[in-house]
């Protein structure tokens, strides 16, 4: 009996649709996230963890990276590729919270 595909987890776009969203870059993110920082619109999840601070963003990079881990472990790729956009998310929020650049970091790449 062949195996029948499994349907993508919540969230996660298939392979053959990635194609047809735009590319946002590291450095796009860190802009729109720096606005967002900026700008404080109403309802924004970006807003809300700054507001938490530090401590609580640090928690969250913990666990994101914990789950890629998982995922890298005992997921699929593409659900690897999504819980690394997370962590890389909350690692610009946390670096947006401590007032890095994107030049702070690439210095030590």
Not at 97 to 106: C, F, I, K, Q, S
């Amino acid at each position: 009996m062949p195996a029948v595909p499994s349907a993508p987890a919540a969230g996660v776009v298939p392979r053959d649709r990635l194609d047809s969203r735009p590319v946002k870059s590291f450095d796009d993110l860190f802009a729109e996230l720096s606005d967002k920082a900026r700008t404080r619109p109403a309802g924004s999840g970006t807003v809300v963890q700054l507001d938490a601070g530090v401590h609580a963003i640090g928690k969250k990079v913990v666990e994101e990276a914990a789950e890629v881990w998982m995922a890298a472990e005992h997921e699929g790729p593409e659900r690897t590729a999504e819980e690394i956009s997370q962590l890389l998310y909350h690692l610009q929020v946390l670096m947006i919270a401590r007032g890095l650049t994107l030049d702070d970091v690439y210095a030590h790449l």
